[in-house]
């Protein structure tokens, strides 16, 4: 099976540069799946559920959310309706939504997507590492389902390494989110799970992660309220992560970023 | 001017891939300054002084700190005798050591070198916006110095991305360290400033963040104390970012990441 | 029913003021029930086996503990072997000991104990408002059992002040510990609960929270590492929290601070 | 000399309470000064200018801030033409306001106020103990200044005690704020400083510090958002501290809470 997960969507900079390629994308790289973190999509706080709409459209069958999963308050109404958008697992018992979501993909193969939060220098929900446990007890990697895809949403390298090697080998991908830069670890961890700290995000890197500068700054520096952080307009790099998996064992065979456009180094997976 | 700035040193595994390997770098990337985070160099804590000399032996001008610094206590009646290992600048006024340091280079060329820390989820020291802008108003870039190298050690990638762009056009370099994972935004900022939000460590990466995962889950997982973490002792992927800069404005004409050994994907800078 | 919570057991001061003063006081007061909270007890950090031994014979039938609970590594195995030493209830599953405790009193009547820890500004353990209210779901306040007596060992007011506001008319006492500063806000709460903030330390406040001024300030200060503080060891205040309830309900009939010794304010429950 | 400091006033109940009878204990106390803390004066966030002018009007001399200082936006200009509002003296410099006040008293004595901010949990702002010790530099207690208050608004109870012991001596009163509970550890410390670590609110403490308990408890137990907290609105207890200096030396000779009205055991000065 061959998934892409994309990063923090940030504002209409990081969404236009999704809708407007993915279509292609899909096709040049066969794609089975792609997973996108959706919780900075609405000009950068939350998610609405018309840009949900919009990016379902595009070819992004699961978004993924975090700490930012009710910025946009019709999110808490409009989760229960849409499966596919999958808020963090580990919000207490009675939170809308759902921590989990199962695609269903050609030829009978089934793809569990997980969203988690860490608690490192975070808002402290459930435990992550017990939640997931739990969740996984359920299932069959490469019997139940085909693939695993986990997104870990967080700000600590520690808590993230940790939880990718706690999992490793009971997933098919462990990947992070949050920090909205992309690190270059990507890897397939020794058990066979397909693993980057963290995915970046999907915007404009002339920013201070995805906001303008002059407002970013001003809180740094400043320490007084300036203006509302906006997301930066310039173009966004596309960022992601590209897996294929092996549907008999769930796990990874290749691995390899892609980034596109705006200001980083390019990578498209060549596989 | 070339410039290799390497990321935080972990142990061991991490000292020896550089040990062996720093004389044949130099050469072969005609470097004119190396410079390298060793706060976790001592067995994962703190740096001794004899490791600093090896270090030094080997081809590390300079030596930055961090959170780490004071590990091992005898670095606190050793730092003043070793200008050249330098600790954050935004420690408060009296603490030993330095937070800059000048190095000459060949033909009369100067470079200085500044440690700085974060406060956003760290120990709260003081204000490195402050401190470090400071510190520059005492410099000219390209005039009494040919270039300028800031390592910033802080945990939120906001931080370090809003003191990238901050210091735009001021500094020839900044990178981050801390995170212990290497990021893969290395770039060139609009003013001229190469830029990389972290510089990832040199160690083990089959780890967490350069610990042995045992007893680093144990602490993750369980919450109760268990055997104190020790680095990983597989093969270290050495990290670092390469930068050549215009010796008469001090600022970036290229920039690439290092990563070499290990497990992460391999990268030589080709200038 | 006649109980005395003490907070915070400090080192060698603290432990003697009680030791030398709780048999005449359980007389005076005619007290059915003593709790103390013993994460400091061994010089400041965690509590032994024989510590917890002398201060069981003391008088005190049940001791609390927090995020200190393990400083003493001989604990994790002690634990299991003296029910009457309660830890956290939210660790995770499998953490040695137990959360709770039931202490048989004269005729018939039973009162149960709970320690719990808050997460905010502290290590996240699992949801303590989730733990606790499993915990009460099976027990019958006046019933059962005929006290509940909850401490929350917590950072922050706004969560244990929410603790208390959240269980009350559930529990017959909540108070906080952990800040070694006693509060002076003891109260019924609306329905029945009665609650102080915190009980304060049993220890010297001639320090910063129990420890001595010179190593507390050095570390406060110069950020350098200096010598581990240790308990100051000037005489203690006892510092605790009284509290009457009806057999029948369960509930708060009467409480008062009791403050003995030291440099606070002395106050004696009078009732 | 006679002061009387307020905790943080929250919201209308607060402020009702301290205007309905401060001019009777003015009176009735024979206090030569009122400084209270307005950060939470208006609807629980900040502090408009015409709350401000009421409380002055009703009595207080010198408004103290903290952390909500800028919640009303409208302060960052007006604080400007109101020197008795005093903002944390160790913001970056360039912030509007000042951090201190020198109040003339009757017979030619003075007052100086200062309000600092905390670090630990809080936003990292100028180390305090630096920022204060330069204050202070430029005073001498009794001579220059007859009184010095300063309002040291933080979250953690060592940060507030260690700030007592430093300054202990060269201040006439330390006291927290920021916790909105009072308390129970009014003296004197050694070296004559009048201490409390925090005065606590003047609010409705039927609530969750201060806020109505519904809306704070949805945010602590269901981590979803909910409705904005808004202030309790029974009946507040005024909390503060008063103390009695002497005006040769600046430094004091009696301390007592006071606590009035609402859900709190009283206390009324009694000297
Ligand atoms: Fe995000
Ligand atoms: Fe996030
Ligand atoms: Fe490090
Ligand atoms: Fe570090
Ligand atoms: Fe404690
Ligand atoms: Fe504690
Ligand atoms: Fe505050
Ligand atoms: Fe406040």
Request: glycine share 12%; hydrophobic share 40%.
């Amino acid at each position: 099976m061959r998934l892409l997960f994309l990063g923090d969507i940030i504002g209409r900079s990081g969404r236009e540069a999704i809708i407007r390629n993915l279509a292609d994308w899909r096709e040049k790289l066969s794609l089975d799946l792609v997973v996108a973190n959706g919780e900075n999509a609405s000009h950068g706080y939350g998610l609405s559920p018309d840009i949900a709409k919009n990016l379902h459209s595009a070819g992004v069958d699961v978004i993924t959310l975090g700490n930012h999963a009710w910025d946009r308050r019709d999110m808490l109404g409009y989760i229960n309706q849409a499966p596919h958008i999958v808020r963090p697992a580990n919000y207490p018992v009675g939170t809308p939504g759902q921590g989990t979501h199962i695609v269903e993909i050609s030829r009978g193969r089934r793809a569990l997507v997980i969203n988690v939060m860490g608690r490192i220098f975070m808002d402290p929900l459930d435990d992550p590492f017990r939640v997931v446990s739990e969740i996984l007890s359920k299932h069959r990697l490469g019997v139940t389902v085909h693939a695993i895809l986990i997104d870990v949403h967080a700000e600590a390298t520690s808590e993230k390494m940790g939880f990718g090697a706690y999992f490793d080998g009971r997933a098919s991908v462990v990947v992070g989110t949050h920090t909205h830069v992309p690190t270059a670890d990507h890897r397939i961890l020794p058990a066979g799970t397909a693993y980057q700290t963290d995915a970046g995000m999907c915007g404009d890197y002339d920013s201070v992660i995805g906001m303008g500068k002059p407002a970013a700054l001003h809180k740094l520096v400043r320490k007084t309220p300036g203006d509302r952080p906006q997301p930066a307009e310039g173009e966004a790099t596309v960022c992601g992560l590209m897996v294929e998996t092996d549907d008999a064992t769930g796990l990874a065979r290749k691995v390899a970023p892609l980034r596109i456009g705006g200001h980083l180094a390019p990578n498209w997976p060549d596989f």
